[in-house]
Each structure stands twice: as structure tokens, then as C-alpha cells.
């Protein structure tokens, strides 16, 4: 698995081999390091430097438990509608059946990951008026995301695995009765941390930069 220390890790080459990591050793995870990654987070770029959220790290056992109990039960209704039925070649079979294993490895021993981090942001509305209306200039979620990457590149570049989950939403009522989460918060997102049993390395995608990008006009291709 990956060791390299920020020092050690370029910018660049964290961005390019920083990947989903659902499967963790059981190495703790030190309170230094925790307190990097949320350091790295606050410093993400927000709307008019609001920085519309809150960090819940949830060490205790039995509270990791228990959201991984929610979790489980997330997961068995949303991997059972969402499973594919077909596939276009056994490729894609096999890629989906690789990454499948490990969310259900996730699902299954979420308890286990040393670190919960829940990621809260009051219920706002960011929108702004004047004479003409409204001006729908984006949501609040889009001042809270830059941090979770954050958090998630520093967890990287000190060997950290993580990834960005969201099936607690589907029960969030009872994850914020579990925690003591105001009722105002929503929880946006839940990030294991912990030790990576897998390897760094650029994750396949189906879409390269070239294939999404136009230029000046839309639909206006150039080739790297």
C-alpha cells in the first residue's frame, strides 16, 4: 500500500493516484494526522468564505457500530436497485463485479474502519435577490465539497486511505438521533479513514478529459 509522507508526495501525483479506498487494516489512526486533514479542509476555497460546514469524528466503537448498522441497511436497498441486470461486454461485467466487492467489503465492516468522519451543513439557502429576482448562483453543497476533497487529498498524501460515501442519507434521521445532530444539519457525507489494505495508482475512468471537453463552442473537440 501507499507510504508516502506529504514531503515525500508531489501535489500533482496525489491528485492523479488518489482513488476510492473501501478496504482498511487495523492500524489506528492518529490524532495528528486527523487534525492535518482537517486543517487541509478548512483551508478549501468557499463562497464568500462561509465555509458552511462541520466535521463529527466518531472514534467510539460502539458509535461506529451503530452507524454502520444504518449504513447496512442503506446498502442492501440501494445495491439491490441499483445492480445491473446486463452488460455491454464482460469488461464492464468485470469491472463493476471488482468494484461492487468492495462496497459490500465497505458495508460489511464499516464498524471496523478506525475513523467515521460525518460531514454536516446547515440547512441554508444561499440565494440572493434584487430588483430583477432571484440569482440562483449555486447551492450551498458547492461551499462544502471543495473541503471534503481536501480532506480527502491530505488523507492521501499522509498514506490515509478514504472515500466519499452517502447511504447513511437514506436513514439520516436516525444518524443525527445517534450522534446528537441538530435537526437543522444535514449530513452530507461520510468518510472512513483508516489504513489502506489496497494499492495508490490512477483509477480507470470511462470518459477521458478530451472525451468531456470542448473548447470556445460546445462540441468543439482538440485532441492532447
Known amino acids: 500500500m501507499g507510504g508516502e509522507t506529504g514531503s515525500e508526495l508531489g501535489l500533482l501525483e496525489g491528485l492523479m493516484t488518489h482513488r476510492a479506498m473501501r478496504r482498511y487494516n487495523d492500524d489506528p489512526v492518529s490524532e495528528e494526522d486527523i487534525w ?31 452507524l454502520a448498522k444504518i449504513y447496512r441497511r442503506g446498502w442492501a436497498r440501494y445495491g439491490a436497485a441499483i445492480a445491473p441486470t446486463e452488460f455491454p461486454d464482460d469488461a464492464a461485467r468485470s469491472s463493476w463485479e471488482r468494484n461492487n466487492r468492495a462496497t459490500v467489503h465497505l458495508a460489511q465492516n464499516l464498524e471496523h474502519t478506525p475513523v467515521l468522519v460525518l460531514v454536516l451543513m446547515p440547512s441554508i439557502d444561499m440565494t440572493v435577490e434584487d430588483d430583477e429576482g432571484p440569482m440562483p448562483v449555486g447551492p ?33 434521521d436516525e444518524v443525527r438521533q445517534l450522534c446528537d445532530i441538530p435537526e437543522r444539519y444535514e449530513v452530507l457525507a461520510l468518510l472512513p479513514l483508516g489504513h489502506p489494505t489496497g494499492s495508490w495508482g490512477i483509477a480507470p475512468r470511462q470518459r477521458p478529459a478530451e472525451r468531456i471537453t470542448s473548447w470556445d463552442r460546445f462540441g468543439q473537440k482538440k485532441t492532447p
Do not use: W
Request: aromatic share 8%; net charge positive; glycine share 6%.
Open 36 to 66: 492535518t486533514c482537517l486543517k487541509a479542509a478548512v483551508q478549501a476555497p468557499s463562497g464568500g468564505n462561509i465555509q458552511p460546514y462541520q466535521f463529527l469524528i466518531v472514534q467510539d466503537p460502539d458509535t461506529r457500530l451503530a
Open 140 to 172: 450551498t453543497h458547492a461551499s462544502v465539497y471543495p473541503a471534503v476533497q481536501n480532506f480527502m487529498l491530505a488523507a492521501r498524501s499522509l498514506g490515509l486511505g478514504t472515500t466519499m460515501t452517502t447511504l447513511h442519507r437514506i436513514y439520516e
